[in-house]
């Protein structure tokens, strides 16, 4: 079972507001993953790292930036909330050896108002 | 087209029936294949990984077909607690360390019912 853990687990904010959404993991993986998901709909990449002080943009478009400043850490920040936002963001974590399988962590369910 | 294709269902069977999705996938060069269970509002979780010779955990079976590029999970004997969406995940073409991440199809729905 994966230890990678994500705060808050919802959350619901005002337009404009500035928010990170933590996600931390125990496991020592070097590649770590930002997910957004819509209810009953496909998961979208939104941000990846390989690694401390890399950082990539995922398939989806997304207004929010992350950073990686140490292995386990991997926050998502969002400068100004809007309603669009709103969705369910997870993140995920793989090790750099072996397979490609990615653990995920709980999710943070966002409600921009 | 997309990377990874799944029919989205749903798959209504009753219980104690047998099931099986298939997935499909465009990129030639993919080498790790995987199956996911999420259940509703929660994370996606690893339930296997598919092998080449497959593979195969209780009432569950993968298999993946690389002519064809396509993989499939097989359940028998349907619980009412298999009720989920399975997503099938395959590593894909990627920028910069190129290959290292994974493309989710978007699920296919299985209910099972009583």
């Known amino acids: 079972e994966a230890d990678i853990y994500q705060t808050p687990r919802y959350l619901v904010i005002g337009t404009g507001k500035k928010i990170t959404l933590e996600c931390s993991q125990t496991?020592?993986?070097?590649?770590m993953y930002w997910y957004q998901q819509d209810p009953g709909m496909e998961l979208h990449l939104i941000h990846y790292?390989?690694?401390?002080?890399?950082?990539e943009k995922g398939d989806l478009s997304s207004e929010s930036t992350v950073s990686r400043i140490r292995t386990e850490h991997f926050p998502l920040t969002l400068e100004s909330a809007r309603p669009s936002h709103t969705s369910q963001y997870l993140c995920?974590?793989?090790?750099?050896?072996?397979?490609?399988?990615?653990?995920f962590g709980p999710g943070t369910r966002l409600t921009v108002t | 087209r997309k990377e990874v294709e799944q029919d989205p269902g749903p798959f209504n069977v009753p219980e104690g029936a047998t099931v099986a999705f298939n997935c499909t996938y465009s990129?030639?060069?993919?080498?790790?294949f995987f199956w996911y269970r999420q259940d509703c509002r929660k994370e996606p979780k690893l339930l296997m990984s598919?092998?080449?010779s497959g593979n195969e955990d209780g009432r569950f079976t993968a298999q993946l077909n690389r002519a064809s590029q396509y993989i499939s999970l097989l359940i028998r004997d349907s619980k009412l607690s298999d009720s989920a969406t399975y997503l099938c995940?395959?590593?894909?073409?990627?920028?910069?360390?190129?290959?290292?991440?994974?493309?989710f199809g978007a699920g296919t729905i299985l209910r099972v019912k009583s």
């Open positions: 995920a974590s793989s090790a750099v050896a072996g397979g490609y399988e990615q653990y």
């Open positions: 496991m020592g993986h070097d590649k």
């Open positions: 790292s390989y690694g401390v002080n890399s950082t």
């Open positions: 990129n030639s060069a993919s080498q790790s």
């Open positions: 598919v092998y080449s």
């Open positions: 995940a395959v590593n894909g073409r990627g920028r910069g360390s190129g290959g290292n991440k994974l493309v």
